[in-house]
């Protein structure tokens, strides 16, 4: 019995980490290659699970279905967020970027309360609704989804930064914009290409949250503290330590609920991340 | 003779498996001018840090008027009288010139108003008296090395290490940049010079220290280290010497 | 030029303390009160995250430590919250010591995910803790109490006069500092730390003064919303929004400026109250289209705050002349 | 400062001078969160509140409230009502302010709000230093009539009622019904001022009545996921789940219960995120068998027409029924309206010294009352609290069982058997 418990709120730590993840490796990404903290990310975050939520409830299709084109649709919100604004203060000091992705944060949580109002929304049915069951334990079937999908989104991203040349493009600027520049990479393309893969990623998990989360405009809010955590727990930039940092903090999150107080869990988490930083200043896989 | 000014001994510094400067040692009295030289990667920078105290050594002596010094933090060894410039200029952008002139000398004069004195007698001794109000980041490369310069000078040190000041200026402020190490000599100050411009340490040094891959290869006044055949080696690689006799 | 900002301050000063005397509106003495307290809380913030460079986002567990301090010295124990201000401040400068400690050591974006990191543990513990009123908060005791009590019915004028001296009080020590040797190595911490410590300055030690400084002077405005307010409780005092508000209100105006942190609070609480006033009513979110979007807009052409639009094109004095130093 | 107060005087002496004349106008301020979270239900009460305004300012006798149809108060010579609303965005300090405007400003009669419990702390504190009548009808903290204030006044009972009918609930099941006694109670509350102070008082009450707490998890808002928190109520095997959460939580945790199959005998919610629409709409099946505590509901309009009537009116304008929290709102503007009538002034004192002694009747409200009759601290003494039950989807009236349209299905069908 015990042990049972002990291991399904491990295996359900595991499973929330890796969408905590999902969500993280798009800010870091934003972040590694430009230096900038988009506090706007969950707002990118709770696009995807409107867009997913509106072709639901007008066409009836299934947020699965129909996350290539949540997926589309955010990598377009992403390139037109750095487009419109982000461009213009990409010199700007840290400060004043901070304060424009705050704007930005706000304006989106406006934007989606006057369009869509303030109430909460879900998708009550969809193809990946059910259990699965296996010795004891039983996860519900979105969140195992859910995790699959950003397992396999955060291989891809990571794939595509190691193995192709648009990727070793991005990586090249994300390490020294000058030395990239000399190298005839264009940072204005990449900059806008890491703002896209970033809305996407968060897309991508906006997508397969809907099928089991609520949505509302404050939605981004919720899960915005522990991305940033993660980002930095892992090391600014780092995709591959903001994954890892996902799964470290799922667990810590989930078991430290269930073996301590739910009222601390948070504070388990976030004192997990000065211990680190204490020892690593640079986060576990950040750049010293 | 009483205590040389600076004394190391062994002095040896380590990065995980990479050793960068290994049992290197030297003294240096008061007044004098050494030359601190040596190909890339010599380890002459990781020297000058740990001098400074921005890199602990991972074993050795540093002496300053007898006392140990090493692993003190910079702002420590600054107050002992040690200051320095860097490889790469860190002037202090958001403030003027004189502004960045009055930090270093709050060292000893925390009042503003004597700083400001102090700061704009050393300008005036540093040749950039005439740009006090302008932004410093208005400078151009060589000023901006001078200023660097002159900041630490405002400390009021008794050593000066200088890390390559000269790099990247033209003949004629190579020149200046000499005639003005020169008088800071004058003041009794000494200086520890990293320099790739030999044409600018060789006249001025008084002493040279030759590093090739962290160690002592060399030590003497300039004329015989610039025959000194280890160092030619060096400096030029193993092929020149070898067509000889 | 520096004669012209003197001159301005003394007329806004003059305008400030006139200024309950030319209007009897309670909207606007309040508007007002809520403007200094708001400046005031990003005067002091600007003394860390302004002059040093150290961006905090954890701010509000200082404000929080004001705030409850003094409400628990006078609702436990009688004390006047004169005495809870200044004991508050003494708490917040405590807790930024041991805040500072560990977190001096981080860089840029490390040190204000700290600072969040900090700000909701604070938070998250007094939450949980029945000493502290838990969830609930506080209330204090209404009646009118003379000035030692700190609590006025009456007339808005008292904490006018209070909010008003409390933000002269913290501009002044901006001042000072800025002015002395402390202000001068803050910013050669925040432009160059490593060419600063070659000079001879401490980076825990400034980055210390300035931290107990920011912070003491946050929770004195923390007990000033107490007093005000008459109400406390972890949401209203010790929310990480607040820390980005009381950031947010330096940035805008212009950091590590004197005068940008008031400018910054009173084109922040106009843009707020505006566009509340205007829009909030209808219920849909447009006064947070509004106000996320002139952020955005601020942001993007006026990078160095609000202040920079008065001293960007302003032309230093020119240097005296002299002889051209030459070399011999 | 001389000036100033002469300048106050002159004020004064106009607002002097416009109470004297302006008698065909009775002006209420009316402070309600219509931005941020809780927009949505902050325009709720703000429509009820204005049906009910201008019912009294109509003429249209057919709803049978006694003031509805009067054409205005006629203790006032037909002086009409007018309603003033203000925005708090759910922000304590806001609410003060606005109330603070609302009284300078508008020279308001008396005030009404607040909905949030940290909200209605601060706006009636103010209301109370400036002595101008402050009238609650939906905040449930027991706190907030702790005050010793002389201002305030509070028609909705509150939490401690609430929690008491919830055990009232459990004996009369046994009693009346022949239902075992379930023993294990676990407590699951959002660690706020609303559900720290709610499970407190189950708490309380539960050792009282011989429960044993099993578990007692608060968690706090919001969050991500709520695994953790519905793992440790598992294990701790209760009968009974008494639950005080918003909306976003009640749905997480419910479908968190599915997930994890964890079922307890009954889930006893205290109201809020429970007895919301979009509760039912996204739970679907789910959500059935969810019992709450209420104040109101609209099957109570079989037995009491006058639920129904209403009801209607607000269909009609705004196409939506009444619920629990803007019924509420209804009746706090008539229970204003009855004390200023009463008064036959809009002087505070005179409003203050009415609303001491209101006594109206329960057959004269919409609420399922006993009626309206304050206690020395400002608490209504006649409130009371129903029951519901979620059933095929809607929320049926299953205690007191003399107003139950439905009986109540217990234990809960296990979830796989709906």
Redesign the interface.
Known sequence: M?VE?LL??LL??IL?GLV?ALVAIGLTLI?GVMDI?NFAHGEFLMFGMYAAFWAFALWGLDPIVTLPLTTLLLFAVGVAVYRL?IR??TD?????????T?????????????LW??????V??TIVAG?VAFAGL???LP?VVAAGGAVLTTAAVWAFLRFTRLGAALEATAADKEAAALMGIDAQKMFALAWGIGAACAGVAGALLAT???I???VG???I??A??L??LGG?GSVVGAFWAGILVGIV??????LW???????LV??L??IV??FR???LMGKA | MSAPLLEVRGLTKRFGGLTANEDVGFTLREGEIMGLIGPNGAGKTTVFNALAGFFPPTSGTILLDGAPVEGLPPEAIAARGVARTFQIVRIFRSMTVLENVMVGAMLRHRAVPKAAVVARETLDFTGLGRRAHDPAAQLTVAEQKRLELTRALATGPRLLLLDEVMAGLTASEVQEAVELVKRIRDRGIACVVVEHVMEGIMPIADRMVVLENGRKIAEGPPAAISVDPNVIRAYLGEGYLAPGP | MRRGGTALALLGLAAAVAFPLLTTRVTWQNAAILMMMTAQLGVAWNILGGYAGQVSLGHAAFFGAGAYVSTLLSVKLGVSPWLGMGAGAVVAAGLGVLVGTPCFRLKGHYFAMATIAVGEIVQALVNGSDALGGAVGFNLPLGETGFWGFVFNRSKLPYYYIALGLLLATVGVNWIVNRSHVGYYLRAIKDEPDAARSLGVSLTRYKMIAMILSAGLTAMGGTLYAQKELFIDPGSTLSTSLSIKIALVAILGGAGTLWGPVLGAVVLTAIEEATRIAFGGTGRGTDLVVYGALLVVIAVFQPSGIAGLFTRRAPRPPAPPEPEARFP | MTRSVRALAAIAALALSLGASAQEEIRIGVIYPLTGAAASTGIELKNAAQLAADLINGTDKSLGLSLAGAGGLPGLKGAKIKLIFADHQGNPQVGATEAERLIAEHKVAALQGAYFSTVTTTASQVAERNGVPFLNADSSSPALTQRGFKWFFRTTPHDELFVQNAFEFLRDLQKKKGIAQPRRIAIFAENTEFGTGAAKLQERYAKENGYEIVEKVLYPPKGTQLTSEVQKLKASRPDIVMQSSYLGDAILSMKTYKDLGFLPTALLANDAGFNDSEFLKTMGKDGNFVISREVWALDLGVKKPVIAKANALLQARHGVNFNGNSARAFTGVFALADAINRAGSTKPEAIQKALQATNIPGADLIMPWGGIQFDATGQNTKGAGIIVQVQDGKYATVWPFDLASRDVIWPMPSWDKR
Do not use: N
């Open positions: 015990t418990l399904q709120t359900s730590g929330f905590y972040f903290v604004v213009r203060i700007a000091p840290m400060l004043s970027q901070i304060f424009a705050f704007g930005l944060m706000i304006f989106f949580r406006g934007l989606a309360q006057y109002k303030p109430d909460f929304r879900s009550d049915h259990k039983q996860f519900g969140q089991y989360y609520p509302f405009p404050e809010s919720t899960f503290l522990v940033f955590v980002v930095a600014f999150e989930v078991m430290g609920g269930f107080d739910p009222a601390y869990k948070m504070v976030l004192s991340y000065l930083v204490w200043p640079q986060g």
